[in-house]
Every structure is written in C-alpha cells, then in structure tokens.
C-alpha cells in the first residue's frame, strides 16, 4: 500500500497558475492517500478565492492563513497541519511531471533519504519568459546547479528543487528557517545533511517552473535573491563557492573597469582607459551565450538582457546584502 501524503503549497498573488498547479497534484492518479494544503498569504489578485472554490470542490484540499506572507512560514504552517508521513513540497506556479509523487515515495524507500527531488523544467509561454527559462536551464545563465541541468546523474546532492520529505525529520531539524524569506530551501538541505540526513536527486522527477514575465520582476527577484544568498554566506561562511561569488565580482569588475574609464578620460589617462578591458570580456561573454544556448528563435532576441540582468541584479543584491540583518533580535 503506498504511503499517505501530505502536498504543503505555499502561495500568494497565483491567480494565473494556482489552478493548473493544483489540477496536476490531482491528477498523479496517486494511489494512497493525499490532502493538498494551501497555505495563503496575503494577495493582491483572487489567489485566495480560487483556495476556496478548489477546497470547495475537494474535500482533500484544505485551505491555511499565512498571515505572516513569506514562503518559509507558510511552509511550516502547512507542514504542522499535515496528517501525513510524507510532506511533498509544491508551488503555487510549479506543475508535477505525471507518477511525480509515486516516484518520489518510491525513491525515499529504496533510498533511506530524507528529501528527494528532481528537475526544475523552466518553461516560459512568451518570448521573454522563454529566455529567461533559457538562462535557467543553462549553464551560462544560473552557473550550473545541478537541478537546472538534465545531464545531472542520480544521486546524492546538496539540494534539491522543492522537495519530497520525511514529515518527522523536518519535525527534527525544526522545519524552515522562517527567517530566511529567500534560499530557505538550500538551508534547509545544508541542515539535513549536517545532521546526517541524505538528500537525492533524481532526475526522473520533474517540475514545470514558470519563471517570471518581465524585465522588473526578474531584477527584483534576482536582486532580492542575491541578498538572501549573502545572508546563507554569512551564517554558513563553508557555503560560499566561485558560482556564487561569480556574480558579485563580475559587477565589481565592470563597475570598477567603467569606472577607471571615466576618470582615465577626465585625467587624459590612456592607462586608466584599460578598464574597458573588463566591460568588453563580459559583453563578449554575452554574444558568445546568446549564439550557443539553446532557445527558441523569438527568446534568443531577449537572451544578452535577460543574462545581463540576471548577473547583474544578482550580484548587486549580494553585494548590497540585506538592509538588516534578520537574525538580530532572534
């Protein structure tokens, strides 16, 4: 008999996706039981109408106040409320590959883990929404992490995307860290392994992410996503490694190089003009990714801006680091 399980989804503001994200946790055709959580957090669009109208409709969906707004916490409400031994972790705009949840109980069996994953499938449904899944699926775009990349074998890893969990381990490790509003995720799996947890990744698991939609919104999330990896940095310094010190210093450099070029010509100084050296390596970088990585022929357009921003914002976000440090007061 399969296990029973509990699908935790923390959303907010997923009107355009909610229903699809939902409709493919139904239709896993799972054979034990399953109760799907929705843990809302405060929205500006009908997120939560349509919560109620899908609890209406099932009586296997139940819907939870996140009143506090952020992923972490609305995790950990779900998780306390599920009835079930094994927690899969679903978003509001993810959508399961079919047997999703079969394979991933399968997995954590024959395994012994403590959190299984797979794919994060990015997928975009506009041209720029389509580069921007590009770059995600790309070496050149997110430096490689291994759940971006098919080629990626099974095995053990040091995170995974979303995440399929033994409910009593996450009770033991004390669930996500609610103050990390960002990157919770690679915390959590750096805390299961340090305590001697497995985490797999199998690359029979897939998830369809649907990334963001315009040039603002990837910035601010890029931004807002660098600052938080600072944050993971500074309390765990054995984290930090040249993929995600990459970004920082490829901002440093070309602001550094323009800068040089500035004053080299206020001052008359050719030597000083050399900082250009640093802007031209990178957009040469740029023109190389947009001509090898695969996309489609309307995303390819939007490829050298979708690249710049990410790295950029990126970068900034972990150089400018986080306002206030949110463990101060904990």
């Not at 989804?9 to 109760?35: C, F, K, S, T, W």
Request: glycine share 10%.
């Amino acid at each position: 008999m399969q296990q029973s399980v509990s699908v935790v989804m923390p959303i907010r503001n997923e009107e355009r996706h909610l229903r699809a994200a939902v409709e493919r946790v139904l239709g896993q055709g799972y054979e034990g039981d399953l109760e799907i959580l929705l843990a809302v957090a405060p929205s500006t669009d009908r997120t939560r109408e349509i919560a109620d109208e899908l609890a209406a409709a099932d009586p296997r969906i139940r819907v939870l106040d996140n009143p506090v707004g952020f992923t972490p916490a609305g995790l950990n409400v779900a998780i306390r409320a599920a009835h079930h031994p094994v927690i899969v972790r679903v978003d509001g705009h993810g959508e399961l590959s079919p047997h999703y949840i079969s394979t991933a109980v399968r997995l954590l069996e024959e395994t012994g883990a403590a959190n299984v994953g797979g794919l994060m499938d990015a997928q975009g449904t506009t041209a720029l929404s389509e580069a921007i899944a590009a770059a995600y699926n790309s070496k050149l775009g997110l430096g490689g992490g291994g759940f971006h990349l098919e080629e990626t074998p099974a095995g053990p890893a040091d995170t995974v995307f979303l995440g399929v969990f033994r409910k009593d381990v996450l009770e033991e490790i004390g669930g996500f860290d609610e103050s990390l509003h960002r990157a919770q995720d690679w915390e959590l799996n750096y805390r299961l392994r340090t305590a001697g947890h497995l985490v797999y990744f199998s690359p029979d698991l897939r998830v369809v992410y649907r990334p963001r939609d315009s040039y603002r919104a990837l910035l601010k999330q890029f931004f807002t996503t660098g600052q938080w990896r600072r944050e993971v940095v500074r309390r765990h310094p054995d984290t930090a490694s040249l993929r995600y010190l990459a970004p920082p210093l490829a901002v440093l450099g070309i602001g550094g190089g323009l800068g040089a070029v500035i004053l080299g010509l206020v001052l008359r100084n050719r030597l000083l003009t050399l900082g250009l050296v640093a802007p031209l390596v990178y957009l040469s970088f740029l023109a190389a990714a947009t001509v090898t990585m695969e996309a489609t022929p309307r995303a390819r357009a939007h490829l050298p801006a979708v690249l710049a921003v990410m790295h950029m914002a990126w970068g900034a976000g972990f150089i400018r680091g986080l306002p206030d440090r949110p463990d101060q007061g904990r």
